[in-house]
């Protein structure tokens, strides 16, 4: 793959993240009942970071959990590479609540079809929300983030990718393109 | 999807001669993570929707099929149950012949227990398909040692210079077999263990010895064979008193071992014969533990026979 450009720098992402925070905040009129659950792996980080600042923002730790996705995916049937199942953990009841879905690229709208086809079968919240970091369009599936930090109109031969300080070191978007083969 | 790809695994369990390390390790974290499928409210989860798995049982046995039954149902595959003992092979038709026959019917990975030592291994052939060994003959049982080997580190982290007693009739048992096999790979020592009639000449990976004491001595874990009352018809035991003075593994034996070594028992269970009683319902006893880590592993293990080419 060959690097195109910088997308994000660490402050857009930060500006970004506050400002879905707020978003969130406002949407759902406080943190009453107000969950967020980050798919593996990026979406965890992001997902820490948005309970950070709804904390700073008004006082109130709110609940977290983790969703791997692979068991729910619709093509394990073809797949060639075998991914690998990670945890999942959702140490608090579900039910009734307000869940803000974390990932950090919307494409096609598999993982997040399968995030809430995961996320169903661990309890019946009143709402799921979608929140990402990045739509880079090209949806397959009829599904929509409630937030998103930046759209950014890619082509199919490039690659949207989301670093973090706690999984890369830094945080950054990045567009690259796939080599011709 | 971000791809985090495991390595790639042997597209059949038959022993463990195809596998490494790493690619048991890997597979016992994915089984704990079907821990925490089971752990759910809606214990299922749609991996392996539009798969069929058949289970093919030459020889009887119920909780096995259970376990490898509800693994694949909690998977969401198909399950088909072939009982020998009750279908076409009573008939006179080869194991050959029948598992052709459903593969006709668009079976995509097969569970195949049979009495005879070497038909998985065959069946491998004939079928071009994922075969799991679920016992054949004394040779092996692959899935029980996986589970044996997922309980023995839930409860005791690494199994790196850890040492494993196996005591009773080891040489009519593919249990012994298969975790001489898979406990050394996983880096611990196992001690096999009985009387000099039910020891086999050699057992690649485990030390041999007909001192309980022995075997027992420091030991941080202890598993517990079956005895077969046919064992003393065919000559093999004088008595069965006589075994238990000598082999029942009891409380005060059992402080030759590590303080609160693990008991561990594959079942079904002669209580009193090869084990004290009460200690199979004691705080050091893994057996339920056993029987439901069972289940996580064989989901765990149609898993990664089934997803992905090889």
């Known amino acids: 793959m060959i690097f195109k450009s910088k997308l994000l720098n660490e402050d857009e992402v930060r500006r970004a993240l506050t400002r879905i925070a707020h978003e969130v905040i406002e949407k759902n009129k406080g943190v009453d009942r107000l969950c967020f659950v980050g798919i593996h792996t990026r979406g965890i980080s992001l997902a820490k970071r948005l309970v950070d600042l709804v904390e700073k923002f008004e006082g109130k730790r709110v609940p977290m959990g983790i969703l791997d996705i692979t068991l729910y995916r619709d093509d394990l049937s073809e797949i060639g590479l075998q991914p690998k199942v990670r945890e999942t953990r959702i140490p608090f009841d579900l039910g009734g609540k307000a869940v803000v879905l974390v990932d950090d690229v919307l494409y096609t709208g598999r993982t997040a079809r399968a995030a809430l086809d995961a996320l169903i079968d661990q309890g019946r919240p009143s709402r799921i929300y979608l929140a990402v970091l990045v739509d880079r369009g090209h949806r397959e599936l009829p599904i929509r983030a409630d937030f998103v930090g930046k759209n950014l109109p890619t082509s199919k031969s490039e690659v949207v990718k989301v670093k973090t300080l706690e999984d890369d070191g830094e945080d950054a978007v990045e567009l690259w393109e796939v080599e011709a083969s | ?310």
């Not at chain 2, 080869?94 to 030592?117: C, E, F, P, S, V």
């Not at chain 2, 003393?232 to 030759?256: C, D, F, H, T």
Request: glycine share 6%.
């Open chain 2, 1 to 310: 999807m971000s791809e985090s790809a495991t390595p790639s695994f042997p597209k059949h369990l038959l022993d463990f001669r195809d596998w490494n390390r790493r690619q048991v390790e890997s597979l016992l974290e994915t089984a704990q993570m079907m821990q925490e499928v089971l752990a759910r409210p809606v214990k299922k989860v749609p991996a392996l929707t539009g798969f069929t798995v058949a289970t093919v049982f030459f020889e009887p046995s119920t909780r096995t099929r259970i376990s490898f039954e509800l693994a694949a149902r909690r998977m969401s595959a198909d399950v088909v149950s072939f009982s020998g003992a009750t279908s076409s092979t009573t008939k006179g038709e080869t194991y050959r012949d029948t598992l052709r026959t459903l593969d006709q019917m668009g079976i995509d990975a097969y569970i195949l227990r049979t009495d005879a030592a070497g038909v998985p291994h065959q069946a491998h052939r004939w079928l071009h398909k994922p075969v799991i060994n679920a016992g054949d003959g004394w040779r092996a049982h692959p899935t029980q040692a996986l589970l044996d080997a997922f309980t023995l580190r839930e409860k005791l982290g690494s199994l790196e210079g850890k040492k494993i007693a196996i005591v009773g009739d080891i040489l009519h048992s593919r249990v012994a077999r298969s975790n001489a096999e898979l406990l050394p790979m996983l880096g611990a020592t196992v001690v096999a263990c009985g009387p000099a009639t039910l020891l086999p000449g050699s057992l690649p990976g485990a030390t041999l010895t007909t001192s309980l004491r022995e075997a027992l001595y420091e030991a941080d874990a202890v598993m517990v064979l079956r005895l077969q009352k046919e064992r003393m018809e065919k000559g093999l035991l004088p008595s069965l008193p006589e075994y238990i003075a000598a082999y029942q593994v009891n409380r005060e034996r059992l402080g030759w071992a590590k303080p609160q070594a693990p008991l561990l028992h594959p079942g079904p269970m002669n209580r009193d014969v090869e084990l004290e009683g009460t200690l199979a319902d004691s705080a050091q006893s893994l057996v339920e533990r056993q029987v439901a880590n069972g289940q996580a592993v064989r989901m765990a293990v149609l898993y990664h026979v089934l997803v992905g080419k090889s």
